[in-house]
Each structure stands twice: as C-alpha cells, then as structure tokens.
C-alpha cells in the first residue's frame, strides 16, 4: 500500500474522524489492510465483500472481529430483476 495513503489515513484517525475500511476484499484480505493503516482497535467496523459482509473488530473473539451484519444474495431474486430491467431494453 502507498505510503502517502497510509499516512493520510493515520492522520485522520489521529484527529479522531471515524475511518472506516471498505473493500469488495474477502474479511481474511481486509485484516492486514486494516492492520496496516493502524485502525485495529475495538468497535471498528470494516465493510467487506462487496459490501456483503460488515464486521465489527473485537479483539476478544477468537478471529479478532465479530461479524455485524451479513447479507446473503439470493440468485433468483437478482435473476428476475435483471430479467425485468432487460426487457425494457
């Protein structure tokens, strides 16, 4: 990750704005991420997958996060309003 980019984040934090990581990057490829820039304290949120995926950084559990909000595609329901938008083409 650039340096400048990581500095810049670090110096938001440290002005004590609310930062938070998100990334279409699986939960495994946003830790170091997140690790890297110094926003690995508690009650941190990170937004994952494509936005999927929320977890909140807990250093109690057992991977380091929890997850807050988990949100499953349903195929069929993306496939009728893909459908539906088509046919107005």
Known sequence: MAERVVSSIRA???ANAHVMIATGR???DTL??????????DGAYAVC???????QLDS???DGYR???VTTLMPGQVLRSC?????TC
């Open 12 to 14: 938001v934090a440290a």
């Open 26 to 28: 699986s939960i495994r």
């Open 32 to 41: 170091p991420i997140i690790e890297a820039v110094g926003l690995s304290r």
């Open 49 to 55: 997958c494509n936005g999927a995926i929320t977890i």
């Open 60 to 62: 109690s559990a057992p």
């Open 67 to 69: 997850l807050h909000r």
């Open 83 to 87: 459908s539906a938008s088509c046919l």
